[in-house]
């Protein structure tokens, strides 16, 4: 009866521990991380303010991960004020919140604004998540809400795609 007890005891302290890792918390609070950079190279200039990052760029913020070929980050006062990433294509994910579907992406092109909360994905964008997907040359994903806004705004622009698969039984 003791061992079974000890073994409960682990498996709540276990549970209780996942629960309330920093890893689960920085779904709420993604834009209060730092942004954390791995890359094969990295340049500074103070004059101009920008950090670039070249091969096998990582970047991550709490549960946002974006992997792109370059990387340049344009810096305001000291702060991260906008990122654009490249690549062939560049990927991102992101764990909107506990319990529901990673929300995944791809464009040659992609800009992240930190303190907007805001990514905007630039030329053959695709937003996925569970059975649905969002194809555009331009796709707003607003970080904190989950929103996707699809189509370009000039008047001449191509049209959006959208895929909405049944749920499989």
């Given at each position: 009866?003791?061992?079974?007890?000890?073994?409960?005891?682990?498996?709540?302290?276990?549970?209780?521990?996942?629960l309330?890792?920093?890893?689960?918390?920085?779904?709420?609070?993604?834009?209060?991380?730092?942004i954390?950079?791995?890359?094969?190279?990295?340049?500074?200039?103070?004059?101009?303010?920008?950090?670039?990052?070249?091969?096998n760029?990582?970047?991550?913020?709490?549960?946002?991960?974006?992997?792109?070929?370059?990387?340049?980050?344009?810096?305001?006062?000291?702060?991260?004020?906008?990122?654009?990433?490249?690549?062939?294509?560049?990927?991102?994910?992101?764990?909107?919140?506990?319990?529901?579907?990673?929300?995944?992406?791809?464009?040659?092109?992609?800009?992240?604004?930190?303190?907007?909360?805001?990514?905007?994905?630039?030329?053959?964008?695709?937003?996925?998540?569970?059975?649905?997907?969002?194809?555009?040359?331009?796709?707003?994903?607003?970080?904190?809400?989950?929103?996707?806004?699809?189509?370009?705004?000039?008047?001449?622009?191509?049209?959006?795609?959208?895929?909405?698969?049944?749920?499989?039984?």
């Amino acid at each position: 009866m003791k061992k079974n007890k000890n073994a409960l005891i682990l498996c709540i302290c276990t549970l209780m521990s996942l629960l309330y890792s920093p890893s689960m918390l920085a779904l709420e609070s993604d834009a209060e991380q730092p942004i954390v950079i791995d890359s094969d190279t990295a340049t500074y200039d103070d004059a101009t303010e920008l950090s670039t990052y070249t091969g096998n760029v990582i970047s991550v913020q709490g549960s946002i991960k974006v992997n792109s070929d370059k990387l340049v980050v344009h810096f305001k006062g000291g702060e991260a004020e906008k990122l654009v990433f490249t690549g062939n294509p560049a990927k991102f994910k992101q764990t909107p919140s506990l319990g529901s579907e990673d929300i995944t992406g791809e464009a040659l092109t992609g800009e992240f604004y930190p303190k907007r909360n805001l990514l905007v994905l630039i030329t053959n964008a695709t937003v996925w998540q569970g059975n649905g997907a969002y194809s555009s040359n331009y796709i707003e994903y607003d970080i904190k809400t989950s929103l996707v806004k699809a189509g370009e705004k000039s008047s001449d622009s191509k049209r959006v795609h959208v895929i909405i698969k049944p749920k499989a039984k």
